[in-house]
């Protein structure tokens, strides 16, 4: 009889991290939610107060995306049906990618399905191991994911000190890479404080390096009619945006010159292996960026909004970083305080996530609030008088 070979548990590495996870209170899960209106989520038919959305300016239940959804399905249908370069390529994509350029003052402009994707496979195109990256310590995991994909040497420079990236540059130079990008954000999405464009811009020319920036969270917000804070700028090589924050739709885009875009459409992955946007999505795209120009008020309500909940949580005693965005994070460092916290304010009609390691650094676990222009003074107010009775008890 021949002998019974036993294996290990296959998962037992499953398990493993699974209980770390648990053990460190760092174990995530999902939960539904039902979108009521631009503010109010339902959770377990509990009517929530939602400050951790992206959606900007409410347009995700705009009307006039929702008919252009329906009209754009009812006449292309519901799928793509294939990757951009096979037959996935329709009209409407081509006529939007025309009107993304104009509108962020760019020659080219090129659709992705997601942010993440755009991130994490433009940089593999653009880098080999002879490249060197200089990123900013705090860059999203779409970036730092796209990095190392590449294999490029990195260095991540201290946190918005744009000193040290210069000293990285002339420590650089000399080097035998075979080509330098910086790689930042303009609005950092857990920390809401932004970038200083011209002088990265500055750095870049004056070093020759490539220039990527997203811009995710300050398209439809900040700039030139919304377009972000690296539109009108040609200077800049690489910009990414986002259709799923403040254009309350899904996918994303890059701006930048033809001859990049020609090299994209043949050389990035993300790009040629996927199946195009399907036409719904498209239809609230385009919508979406026709209304941009029209929605400077929504935009000052949102500054508003972000520039009054920050001096009243520093009233309070909160530090808030150097948010000057719509992102408000609060920090609280500890991590159990954090999910504390996040748990009250839920009991209290308010959804505030906690955002924890390995997401932001160790001891800076925070409540990230997120503001929209359809916050009312009223919902604002409530969410302060909560913060302060947390605070004093």
């Not at 104009?102 to 755009?118: H, K």
């Not at 530090?319 to 996040?342: F, V």
Request: glycine fraction near 6%; include cysteine.
């Amino acid at each position: 009889m021949a002998h019974q070979v036993v294996y290990p548990d296959k998962f037992a590495f499953i398990d493993q991290a699974l209980a770390e996870r648990s053990q460190t209170r760092r174990l995530r899960s999902l939960y539904p939610l039902y979108p009521e209106d631009a503010v109010y989520v339902l959770k377990q038919e509990q009517r929530l107060l939602n400050f951790s959305s992206n959606d900007y300016l409410g347009l995700s239940k705009h009307p006039l995306l929702i008919r252009a959804a329906q009209h754009y399905i009812s006449q292309y249908g519901t799928g793509a049906t294939a990757s951009r370069l096979v037959a996935g390529t329709y009209d409407i994509h081509q006529q939007i990618e025309q009107k993304l350029a104009v509108a962020c003052g760019r020659e080219a402009a090129l659709v992705f399905t997601s942010g993440f994707q755009a991130n994490s496979t433009i940089l593999v195109s653009l880098l080999d191991r002879q490249s060197l990256v200089l990123c900013d310590r705090l860059i999203h995991n779409s970036l730092i994911q796209g990095i190392l994909a590449s294999r490029a040497t990195f260095i991540r420079y201290r946190h918005n000190d744009l000193n040290h990236l210069e000293e990285l540059l002339k420590q650089a130079i000399d080097q035998s890479y075979s080509r330098i990008l910086i790689v930042t954000e303009t609005v950092f999405s857990m920390d809401g404080d932004r970038s200083n464009i011209d002088v990265l811009i500055q750095l870049a020319q004056q070093y020759n390096t490539i220039l990527y920036l997203d811009d995710a969270h300050a398209v439809g917000v900040l700039g030139k009619n919304g377009m972000g804070l690296a539109a009108y700028h040609p200077e800049i090589d690489v910009v990414v945006g986002t259709f799923g924050k403040a254009f309350g739709s899904f996918g994303a885009f890059v701006t930048c010159s033809k001859k990049l875009r020609d090299y994209f459409i043949n050389f990035c992955p993300g790009f040629i292996y996927t199946t195009a946007l399907p036409p719904g999505v498209m239809g609230a795209i385009e919508a979406a960026l026709e209304l941009m120009p029209m929605l400077d008020q929504d935009r000052f309500q949102l500054s508003q909004n972000a520039n009054h909940l920050c001096a009243q949580f520093q009233q309070i005693g909160y530090n808030i970083g150097a948010s000057n965005s719509q992102i408000i994070p609060l920090y609280i460092g500890d991590e159990a305080k954090t999910l504390r916290l996040s748990q009250w304010l839920e009991e209290q009609g308010i959804l505030a996530i906690a955002i924890r390691p390995p997401t932001v650094p160790s001891n800076t676990s925070r409540i990230r609030f997120a503001l929209s222009s359809q916050h009312r003074s009223n919902q604002l107010d409530y969410l302060v008088h909560t913060i302060r009775s947390w605070h004093e008890h």
